[in-house]
């Protein structure tokens, strides 16, 4: 990393991210609207917005309304100016979205696997991020980088360290696929990624304390505190799928015993359901029974909404946020875990805490972590350029 104090050049490309966002969240935008709302001069921001023309990142549209002199031309962002991939990496599926770099889905392509081997995984995901690539319209930059949101701790460098739902253990994601597609891949808890993709264009954009409960195979959690990612000291917050609810449960893959996950997850859900049929249900099958109002299948879904519920009640307790977003797979099943989640919350969670928290389900629905980690990877590109640090 360069260090740099007091550098012109430095000065300016902050101006000009500012600009640039300034362009592509609050357009369309005359240069005068910039420079007013920015706080930067004129001539300045004439500079700077000929460049973001000339890399194409924004683009003038006709003219906008007169405050007494010439008409104004009005900028807006380039979203087609290059695309990303995001990846959401189940524990028995691949989910993966092209994205414009505004973040909508252009294409998108699941798939589900049952051999969780490294290498056939690996295949897996190489092959959806190929067909993704083939139906990538052509753009100035073309694919700007690969995101993969991943069920298991993943250090600040990127390296998937442990996914116990996998079996993998310090496990190259990150150096394999670049080394496949020659673009930046970023690599990152799946959580983390779907509490970012509901902050930036789902149910948490009105919120700044958000506590995302990714409930899938397994349960992650992913916090938003004070409107950023808390990442923790080493960048392994959010496994709280992991907290002891029970001293004395049964084993978990993480090697402790008793955790949420166990008892509150789609996998408890699934395990839950085995003694009521002749086969193994899958999720999708059971929200159909719940339709038609199976009464052991509602009160399977009730038993897990109140397992969520004790997990989230623990998590209100210690961060005392303003939201609890529900999301991932059982997701799908909110009319049916809503009641019994709310049941424990009004009788477990300190009052305090409780008047003041929304507990929603995602907008974002299955969706979240693969947009969360394609924002990452246009934030990313957006920024270009060295990492610097500024000390003031």
């Given amino acids: 990393m360069t260090k740099i104090t007091g550098n012109p050049h430095l000065i300016k490309k902050i101006n000009k991210a500012l600009v640039l966002e300034m362009v592509k969240s609050q357009g369309p935008l005359s240069r005068a609207d910039v420079a007013q709302r920015s706080g930067l001069n004129k001539g300045t921001v004439s500079s700077l917005v000929k460049e973001l023309l000339d890399e194409e990142l924004v683009y003038e549209i006709g003219q906008g309304e007169s405050s007494g002199g010439r008409r104004p031309v ?13 990846i959401d990496l189940g524990v028995h599926y691949i989910l993966g979205v092209l994205t414009d770099l505004q973040g909508n889905i252009v294409v998108e392509k699941q798939m589900a696997f049952h051999d969780k081997t490294y290498s056939s995984v690996r295949t897996h995901i190489k092959e959806t991020i190929s067909y993704l690539m083939e139906q990538m319209p052509d753009s100035r930059y073309g694919l700007v980088g690969i995101g993969i949101g991943v069920p298991g701790i993943v250090d600040k460098e990127g390296a998937l360290l442990f996914a116990p739902n996998l079996g993998w253990k310090n496990i190259s994601l990150k150096q394999d696929i670049e080394a496949a597609f020659h673009v930046p891949v970023i690599i990152d808890n799946e959580a983390n990624a779907g509490a970012y993709g509901e902050k930036r264009g789902g149910a948490g954009q009105d919120f700044r304390n958000i506590i995302y409960v990714s409930a899938g195979i397994g349960i992650g959690v992913g916090l938003i505190l004070n409107g950023e990612l808390y990442r923790g000291t080493s960048g392994f917050s959010g496994e709280s799928g992991h907290m002891t609810i029970e001293t004395d449960g049964p084993m978990c ?36 029974l719940a339709e038609k109002g199976h009464e052991d299948v509602l009160a399977l879904f009730g038993r897990i909404g109140r397992y969520l519920g004790i997990g989230i009640n623990n998590l209100i307790n210690t961060f005392n946020p303003e939201q609890v977003i529900i999301g991932n797979r059982l997701s799908m099943a909110k009319q049916w875990l809503f009641p019994a989640i709310q049941q424990v919350i009004d009788e477990r969670t300190l009052p305090f805490h409780r008047a003041h928290v929304a507990i929603q389900f995602s907008k974002r629905s299955i969706y979240s972590t693969a947009l969360g980690i394609s924002f990452f990877v246009i934030e990313d590109f957006l920024k270009k350029g060295e990492k610097v640090e500024v000390f003031l």
């Fill in 74 to 86: 009005l900028l807006l962002f380039n979203e087609k100016a290059g695309y990303s991939i995001g």
């Fill in 253 to 288: 893959g993480c090697g402790n015993r008793g955790c949420w996950e166990l008892y509150a997850s789609e996998k408890a859900l699934l395990d839950g359901a085995k003694p009521l049929f002749s086969h193994d249900m899958s999720l999708e099958e059971l929200l159909r």
